[in-house]
């Protein structure tokens, strides 16, 4: 009886810290117990599942020949397939397709795969002609995200990893591939996050950091020390975009005159310059866009109208010049007057949180692809920070950004002040910070000492 007690208590021990490990740890657990279940699942019931799925072929002259020779029946063919390997989240085989086979009719059948072998979610992605990439999710990916490790916080200059997707990968924003990205959602939805995220990582780099904020710079104050131009009116931000195409015109000179001489290698755009000459890369976040296209009068409306054509122009030809933007707000639609669409256009890179309005998510994503606009209304609200991804190419996927709070993203832009690049014709728009006179005991009611920020 002292046995079997022991036993059922070891048991009941070994189930608790399973349990526990599988919630607290989930990578662990998927290591230790998910991938080797899981792992023969599929390979035990690979050739059952496709033929129960349709995803076999009837199978060659010779095999049915041969068949019959012993009296038996030749048995649909699946496609040939790789050994599971393991990932963090899930694991994944490489098939190969049969004669007849589309990529489509794996994809159609994704969810019965993901039913079949008990898993979270099945994604299908071609990778080259005749073969495909079946990628198994263990769990939801997207319940928890933590910031990737230090090493890959950064793939590169203007390369960076903002979202976890769920299929296990990270979304990495490579300004030099999109150049300009659209970033929409509702209040409370993660569209700060994102932006956090995003700001954070720039910050780290030799990049000049612009912000437009309306809303009297309460939402880029925080990044002020790192940021090397603020404008947080209408008419500061017309200023500031003027500036900017004064930026964008010499940094064209400068190609033109670098190309024109004798034994030098022709380019089109900034990178293809000497890096002793090469002007450093622009990011222009607009924050809150529907706020500076607010228009009460006629006036209004012609400096609205003005500033659409400047954000175009800087869309359409900032890419060569190193320019970038991205465009955040709550929605994105007929108040930014006749130069919306043309301006939507040109942000190839689409990031739609949750919104208030269907409309807004088919600005953001109906052209893309209608399922993803319908996904990006579905985004339920006690899930801040999962936003449809959406790309030039039809592709969509869902993802979600790693929380950082405000105060850990302001601490960021402080340690990395001193990052901030010299663009002489951005200093009159350069932000000022509040510090407290160093070695002074700070008094009940401080008052803040205004200083540049490169001081």
């Not at 072998?117 to 005749?130: D, F, L, M, Q």
């Not at 979202?163 to 300009?180: E, K, N």
């Not at 985004?379 to 592709?395: K, Y």
């Not at 996927?397 to 993203?409: C, F, G, K, Q």
Request: proline share 8%.
């Amino acid at each position: 009886m002292t046995d079997t007690l022991w036993a059922l208590t070891l048991c009941v021990v070994a189930l608790t810290a399973l349990l526990v490990l599988r919630r607290r740890m989930p990578v662990a657990f998927w290591w230790l117990i998910g991938y080797p279940l899981v792992a023969l699942r599929v390979l035990a019931t690979y050739r059952a599942t496709m033929d129960a799925c349709g995803l076999t072929v009837p199978a060659s002259a010779v095999r049915r020949a041969t068949a019959r020779m012993i009296g038996r029946e030749a048995a649909p063919v699946p496609p040939r397939r790789s050994l599971p390997l393991p990932t963090g989240s899930g694991l994944v085989m490489r098939l190969r397709m049969a004669t007849g086979q589309a990529p489509e009719d794996f994809m159609a059948s994704a969810d019965r795969l993901r039913h079949a072998w008990s898993a979270h979610a099945v994604h299908i992605r071609p990778t080259k002609p005749g073969r495909l990439e079946l990628r198994l999710i263990g769990w939801d990916v997207l319940a928890d995200v933590r910031r990737p490790r230090r090493g890959r916080q950064s793939s590169g200059l203007l390369s960076l990893p903002l979202a976890l997707r769920d299929d296990g990968r990270w979304h990495v924003r490579d300004f030099r591939a999109v150049p300009h990205e659209l970033i929409l959602g509702a209040t409370q939805s993660g569209k700060s996050v994102y932006l956090r995220n995003l700001l954070c990582g720039l910050a780290r780099q030799p990049v000049v950091l612009v912000g437009i904020d309306c809303k009297w710079g309460v939402e880029l104050a925080p990044f002020a020390p790192r940021l090397s131009a603020l404008a947080d009116t209408p008419d500061r931000a017309n200023e500031l975009l003027d500036a900017l195409l004064e930026e964008m015109e010499a940094r064209f000179r400068l190609i033109g005159l670098a190309s024109a001489g004798p034994d030098t290698v022709l380019t089109s755009d900034v990178w293809g310059l000497p890096d002793k000459v090469r002007p450093v890369p622009v990011v222009v976040v607009v924050d809150e866009v529907a706020e500076l296209f607010l228009a009460a009068s006629r006036d209004d409306e012609k400096r609205r109208d003005a500033m659409v054509t400047k954000l175009i122009r800087i869309a359409q030809l900032g890419r060569a010049a190193g320019i970038y933007l991205e465009v955040c707000g709550q929605r994105f639609g007929s108040e930014l007057g006749k130069g919306a669409t043309m301006l939507r256009a040109q942000l190839t890179g689409r990031v739609c949180h949750r919104v208030n309005d269907e409309s807004s998510a088919n600005m953001a994503l109906a052209d893309i692809s209608p399922e993803a606009a319908l996904a990006a209304t579905a985004i339920p609200a006690e899930r801040p920070g999962v936003a449809i991804l959406g790309d030039s190419s039809g592709g969509w996927s869902r993802a979600r950004s790693p929380h950082l709070t405000l105060d850990e993203a302001a601490a960021v832009c402080r340690a990395t002040s001193a990052l901030v690049p010299q663009l002489p014709r951005l200093d009159p728009f350069r932000p000022v910070v509040a510090v407290e006179p160093a070695g002074v005991a700070a008094p009940a009611a401080p008052v803040p000492t205004a200083r540049p920020v490169i001081e």
